[in-house]
T-cell receptor, first 114, second 112 residues
Framework: DSGVTQTPKHLITATGQRVTLRCSPR?????VYWYQQSLDQGLQFLIQ???????AKGNILERFSAQQFPDLHSELNLSSLELGDSALYFC?????????????FGPGTRLLVL | SQQGEEDPQALSIQEGENATMNCSYK?????LQWYRQNSGRGLVHLIL?????REKHSGRLRVTLDTSKKSSSLLITASRAADTASYFC????????????FGTGTRLTVIP
């Protein structure tokens, strides 16, 4: 158990819908990362927050947005969902923002868009 | 793509044998990390090797880094059935985005 929690574990929804994925980092970790893992794209970095501020941006679509709240939990919002958004979404956390930091991954949210 | 590439894509060995996985990347790195993922689960950090290091050990794991060839290898000695998982290398590049780029992974199956 990494100490990172993600909810929900599974999500089934329809195209065009909007969903929110939630992540609670390990106690004391200030940095949160979001990743998407799909069969065709592999593991892709989406976005990173540190202490409430956006720190780095990867291959995140404009239909997707995220934020980190004062209590350090983070939410990833996916809107206008398409079939190709079906994937595993992982959240990871680290104490500090540097990419040399070990990242601790949550169990993931499996999203299926029908 | 800036992603690293692991080789082989899949590896099947008998329990007790050694498993070697390779990772190649394209541009200069700051460090390279190896992660493990059990089927459909989150990734677990295994080991980090910096660009000025050539070899690192952690238990039954041995990682080497050859920056001249832009490649790294992960050796798991005396494999166990519980080592069955996918293994990913992740690179932090010296320039550009300050985030990790994950490779395509090697699927290791250890047969009891």
């Amino acid at each position: 158990d990494s100490g990172v929690t993600q909810t929900p574990k599974h999500l089934i929804t329809a195209t065009g819908q909007r969903v929110t994925l939630r992540c609670s980092p390990r106690s004391g970790d200030l940095s949160v990362y979001w990743y998407q893992q799909s069969l065709d794209q592999g593991l892709q970095f989406l976005i990173q927050y540190y202490n409430g501020e956006e720190r780095a941006k990867g291959n995140i679509l404009e239909r997707f947005s995220a934020q980190q709240f004062p209590d350090l939990h983070s939410e990833l919002n996916l809107s206008s969902l398409e079939l190709g958004d079906s994937a595993l979404y992982f959240c990871a956390s680290s104490p500090r923002p540097g990419a040399e930091e070990t990242q601790y991954f949550g169990p993931g949210t499996r999203l299926l868009v029908l | 793509s800036q992603q690293g590439e692991e080789d082989p894509q899949a590896l099947s060995i008998q329990e007790g044998e050694n498993a070697t996985m390779n990772c190649s990347y394209k541009t200069s790195i700051n460090n390279l990390q190896w992660y493990r993922q059990n089927s459909g689960r989150g990734l677990v950090h295994l080991i980090l090797i910096r660009s000025n290091e050539r070899e690192k050990h952690s238990g039954r794991l041995r990682v080497t880094l050859d920056t001249s060839k832009k490649s790294s290898s992960l050796l798991i000695t005396a494999s166990r059935a519980a080592d069955t998982a996918s293994y990913f290398c992740a690179t932090l590049f010296q320039t550009g985005a300050n985030n990790l780029f994950f490779g395509t992974g090697t699927r290791l199956t250890v047969i009891p």
